[in-house]
């Protein structure tokens, strides 16, 4: 029995999150960068961020329709669970405090252009020195060196010049940018997972770690299953709208009350689940279509035969013949579908949280659970909302400490 109690007590434990206790400097700006620092936040980590004395650009995007001046739903997205403080880097007293808290820091990433951090005196040669167990992070557009390390890069730029944007689009149109900023999303994963390893790295060795992330080689790492083709087969791939060139058939397809929806024939013993599922097992008696090359010869008619037999049913008559054949499928949700989806709110994906300006915020958590760990997630941070709880909390200032350094940086108005 007490073998028993102990057993349920420890399936009952609640585990810290993984990064309970690392505290990280965030120097960064717009998607790439904070994104990778709500990670790290979304995993326990204490996060400051530190903007400019009017704040950090996506704090002044332009507003939502129906939404008012006080509502940075831009700035938002990607700073929920973070602190932020209000400096001007360029400030000697400023900069004094910035060494201060690299001393106790685990973590500094930083999304500035390339040589920025170094004029303002809190690049890696300057902050490693103070803190030998420091892992520091740089994002930019192409790496820290190089030809192309002086050129400007955002999301639409990296698109370009990693080639996603030559794979999409249909096949008769231009070269398209995908709908949401995938390379600044890629380019944060790469960051916080290259952080979150070099941490393990550390705390074995006590040896700080300076990760240099580019953009444009995290976008391509990410894409390498298309760039195969032409490493290996010396071919660079098309545009093909949404058909794949090796899943045959796999395709967006229209039905009869205008709605879309996207199948995939992922390997051959879907090819009679999809025979099945359109009420054509017809099909089934043309022996070269049970393989892949065979299908990949009439591809072409394949696609219009069914094209022509999805477009006689609405949505909610083939989805749920395709979940019970176990063929791959799903509607094509807008964001607003999206966000309603029932996996989606039986996994507590979207979160409300109570903002002191705008009131209830509605922000995307992470994509992950870990069995007995929850971060509890906090709303996104005024701006300068928290400078005298951090340097309270990081050094240990008194009152009288904080309002001098107030005073030194022109913030005792």
Request: aromatic share 6%; net charge negative.
């Amino acid at each position: 029995m007490a073998e028993d109690a102990a057993a349920d007590s420890a399936e009952a434990e609640t585990l810290p999150p993984p990064l309970a206790g690392v505290r990280v400097l965030d120097f960064t700006a717009v998607v790439s960068g904070p994104f990778c620092t709500v990670l790290l936040a979304d995993m326990g980590a204490e996060v400051v961020k530190v903007e400019p004395p009017l704040g950090e650009n996506t704090r002044h995007a332009v507003r939502y329709p129906g939404r008012g001046e006080q509502d940075e739903d831009y700035f938002y997205v990607n700073n929920r669970s973070k602190k932020s403080l209000a400096l001007d880097l360029k400030n000697p007293t400023a900069r004094k405090l910035i060494h201060e808290m690299a001393r106790k820091a685990d973590i500094v990433v930083e999304n500035f252009a390339p040589g920025t951090a170094a004029r303002l005196g809190i690049a890696w040669d300057d902050l490693h020195p103070l803190n030998e167990k420091l892992v520091y992070c740089s994002v930019s557009g192409f790496g820290q060196d190089g030809p192309y390390r002086d050129r400007l890069a955002l999301d639409p730029i990296v698109q370009g010049y990693s080639g996603i944007m030559s794979i999409t689009g249909q096949a008769d149109g231009p070269p398209t940018l995908t709908g949401a900023s995938v390379t600044d999303a890629i380019s944060g994963v790469t960051a916080a997972y290259a952080i979150a390893a070099a941490l393990c790295a550390t705390r074995q060795d006590g040896k700080g770690r300076y990760v240099d992330l580019s953009m444009q080689c995290a976008a391509m790492s990410a894409v390498s299953a298309r760039m195969g083709e032409y490493l290996q087969a010396g071919q660079a791939p098309t545009r093909r709208g949404n058909r794949s060139n090796i899943r045959i058939p796999a395709n967006t397809y229209q039905c009869s009350d205008g709605k879309f929806i996207q199948l995939m024939v992922l390997n051959d013993r879907h090819w009679p689940a999809l025979c099945k599922s359109l009420g054509c097992e017809e099909w089934l008696d043309t022996e070269k279509w049970h393989a892949v090359n065979g299908r990949y010869e009439d591809q072409d008619k394949i696609h219009d035969m069914v094209a022509a037999k999805v477009a006689t049913q609405p949505a909610d008559y083939w989805l749920p013949r395709m979940v019970a054949n176990r063929l791959p499928n799903a509607p094509i949700n807008d964001y607003e579908d999206a966000a309603n989806d029932p996996q989606v709110a039986h996994r507590d994906l979207i979160r409300t949280l109570d903002h002191p300006k705008s009131g209830p915020v509605r922000v995307v958590g992470p994509g992950w659970k870990i069995k007995d760990t929850e971060t509890e997630m906090q709303p996104p941070p005024l701006l300068n909302q928290h400078m005298d709880e951090v340097l309270e909390g990081w050094l240990g200032w008194s009152d009288a400490q904080i309002n001098e350094f107030r005073k030194e940086v022109g913030q005792d108005g």
